[in-house]
């Protein structure tokens, strides 16, 4: 067999199953044959024409599967091991990964009008080489980036470790949370529930969610929210300084991307607070005056693309293998690879009570 099935970018608006050769890896490569994968929000974001990648590209970027080949210099690896590659999957051999941020891989891809190192350049799957969804994906650095799924943990539990679990938890990093905090998390879509999870992970007493979807916000509360507000019912802003009797939170992770909860995230901060951004904003962002005290108030805001890499993975599986945490209630749809499309529809307009979709190929 030399052709597989994959879900590529044919125009804005429109992602269609098509027929591309299966890719054969160079020396430092892997082939997996993607035993499950999923749908990002950051593919609706391609789908709609707001982040570009390049038309034909095969899109997706949470790969769970089994090495099919292995190119010849990779070692500590075996065909027909269970994998999963992180959504970032950095070479570790460029300038900003060994200045610590390998998400920011820093490739130069031409014409891409960066006039140097590309940030971001870290996720290439589905950005800048063929992704995820398809039957088999090709690897690259594969010995940095593959990490072994242990025997007693299913694709569907560690399926949030390429991207959502791990940004999720890099949100809750960043926000530089201790013992003791307060955090508001702005939407609780996969990576706003993640991070939730990850703000108690990390020590947070109080984890006030947000989110106007009454399913998210009972999700929330199962992974570690203690208040679980409705923002079509209270008024934020209002609500979140009441809890705090008017100190503000610690910190606030913003999972959404726009401007009102940007805005929001920014308001509720104590001074000295940290605002810890994880959304995929599509416009320019304004800073308000008063939120900011003027530019006086010494707050911190924090931008993060997902670590990625076999370490981050190992470390993600490890917290799902050895904790209480439970991903496996994200995943709320299952569709075959035949069926991509389908899943598109329902993921980007949020139907059903969609979190999260397997894809099976």
């Known amino acids: 067999m030399s052709m597989m099935k994959a879900a590529a970018l044919i125009e804005k608006g429109r992602i269609e199953l098509v027929d591309k050769k299966i890719p054969s890896p160079g020396p430092n490569d892997a082939l997996l044959k993607v035993t499950t994968t999923t749908i990002c929000g950051t593919d609706i974001h391609i789908l709609k024409g707001e982040y570009a990648v390049p038309r ?5 970027h949470e790969p769970v599967g089994i090495i099919e080949k292995l190119g010849g210099n990779v070692r500590g690896y075996r065909e027909g091991q269970r994998v999963v590659a992180g959504a970032i999957c950095p070479s570790f051999t460029s300038y900003p990964c060994q200045d610590g941020f390998p998400a920011q891989d820093g490739a130069h ?7 140097g190192y590309k940030a971001t350049a870290g996720w290439r799957f589905g950005n800048v080489i063929d992704g995820a969804q398809a039957e088999y994906l090709l690897v690259p650095d594969a010995e940095a980036n593959l990490a072994p799924i242990p025997d007693d943990l299913t694709d569907e539990q560690v399926l949030m470790c390429p ?5 999720g938890f890099k949100g ?6 201790k013992i003791g905090d307060v955090v508001a998390v702005f939407a609780q879509g996969p990576i706003g529930l993640c991070a939730t999870a990850g703000a108690r992970l990390r020590g947070a007493s109080l984890v006030i969610a947000i989110s106007s979807a009454p399913e998210r916000l009972a999700m929330a509360g199962r992974l570690g929210a203690n208040v679980l507000l409705n923002y079509k019912k ?3 802003v209002d609500e979140i300084m009441k809890i705090t009797g008017g100190r503000g939170v610690d910190a606030s992770i913003e999972c959404l991307g726009t401007q009102t909860t940007f ?5 509720v901060l104590k001074p000295g607070g940290t605002l810890s951004s994880l959304g995929v904003y599509s416009d320019d962002l304004q800073l308000p005056v008063s939120a900011i005290a003027s530019g006086l108030g010494d707050h911190t805001i924090r931008t993060a693309l997902c670590p990625g890499g076999k370490e981050r993975m190992r470390r993600m599986m490890n917290v799902l293998q050895h904790s209480a945490l439970d991903l496996t209630p994200l995943v709320t749809h299952r569709f075959s690879l035949d069926n991509i499309v389908e899943a598109y529809r329902l993921f980007a307009q949020k139907q059903d009570g969609v979190i999260k979709i397997a894809i099976t190929p």
């Open 56 to 60: 034909m590209l095969t899109i997706g």
């Open 109 to 115: 891809i031409p014409g891409c009008g960066c006039h």
């Open 163 to 167: 991207d959502v679990m791990s940004t």
């Open 172 to 177: 809750a990093e960043n926000a530089d949370i």
């Open 234 to 236: 209270v008024d934020v």
């Open 263 to 267: 805005s929001q995230a920014l308001r």
